[in-house]
């Protein structure tokens, strides 16, 4: 099958290191991936902010970028269910439409793959540290990936998975909000952050590097850094011992 890589902008931009884990970790297990390179932006941040002619035109790219893979792969469960609003955002046009269900239909979060697709949820890796799990807003409420994170970490050797306070409580980011409204952003992160320091855990993971990125900077801006690692540079980590 052919596997592509959707990486996303933040990952692309910032966290390249997340997506090289997310292809050694398919490719322990036979997958071959490739990365299009016309795509773009999914139009998210476009979409949310009510500029949708915009929003249409990243998604065209996409739509095509990805028109000849049998399944998509993204790090990020925020911008793939940013697809599935492609729905919405091409209502009345019959042809960009049939492209979008074809296109939700192929794509999948990383654990979602793993979890749903591949039926794997030990990856034989060993990680003997004590973690906490944030699940985003947007993976968990509206893309519906819940128990495939912490499925995938449960069994990972020597990891103690200590439960997040509030844990579905937004941690703030969500994208323009966080600039549009900073202060409510601002008053969100440091509340997440508290919880996330309760826990007495060394590592901070999730599936969406919005989040972390907005929580450890916080935590880094506030003088208590802990290790922040998206799940597939957890498990990467923990399989290839680096």
């Known amino acids: 099958m052919k596997v592509s890589l959707f990486i996303t902008c933040l990952c692309d931009a910032f966290y390249p290191r997340v997506g090289e884990a997310m292809v050694r970790l398919l490719a322990r297990h036979g997958i071959r991936t490739d990365f299009p390179s016309a795509q773009t932006c999914c139009g998210q941040s476009a979409f949310n902010s009510g500029y949708w002619e915009e929003a249409r035109a990243a998604a065209r790219t996409l739509l095509d970028a990805f028109a000849d893979s049998d399944f998509v792969v993204s790090p990020s ?48 890796a060993k990680f003997p540290h004590k973690v906490t799990y944030h699940p985003s807003c947007h993976g968990s409420r509206l893309l519906g990936v819940r128990d495939e994170p912490e499925r995938l970490l449960r069994n990972v050797a020597g990891l103690e998975l200590v439960p997040l306070p509030y844990a579905e409580d937004c941690c703030g980011f969500g994208g323009t909000f966080s600039v549009k409204m900073s202060d409510i952003s601002g008053a969100m992160v440091a509340e997440k952050a508290e919880h996330v320091l309760e826990t007495e855990a060394e590592v901070l993971t999730g599936s969406d590097m919005g989040c972390l990125m907005n929580i450890g900077g916080h935590l880094r801006h506030r003088g208590r850094p802990l290790r922040v690692l998206h799940l597939a540079e957890l498990l990467y980590e923990g399989v290839s011992g680096a």
Do not use: N
């Open 77 to 124: 469960g925020s911008c793939v269910h940013m697809l599935h609003r492609y729905r919405e955002l091409f209502r009345g046009d019959p042809s960009a439409q049939a492209k979008a269900e074809e296109l939700c239909g192929k794509t999948y979060e990383f654990s979602q793959f793993f979890v749903d697709v591949l039926g794997i949820d030990d990856l034989g």
